[in-house]
């Protein structure tokens, strides 16, 4: 369960995840799944390399995304 920070971290990777869907006309999951960005939301990466370490973030995704995530972050 997230507190109030950290929720209100997950509504914008949410957001963020949603806008990057509609661009590139993909279902929001396929970007990262609500699992991924609630670990997203308590962990606070504070680098690519501590963002590969999440569960979700593969090479591929850490290259599509992952600096882009770490500015919402």
Aim: proline share 3%; hydrophobic share 50%.
């Amino acid at each position: 369960s997230l507190d109030d920070e950290e929720l209100a971290r997950f509504a914008r990777l949410k957001a963020w995840r949603g806008g990057i869907a509609r661009e590139h006309n993909l279902p929001a999951y396929v970007v990262f799944n609500d699992a991924t960005l609630a670990e997203m939301a308590q962990l606070v990466p504070e680098s690519l390399d501590a963002l590969a370490l999440i569960n979700g973030v593969g090479a591929k995704k850490l290259e599509s995304y992952g600096a882009a995530f770490l500015e919402v972050i």
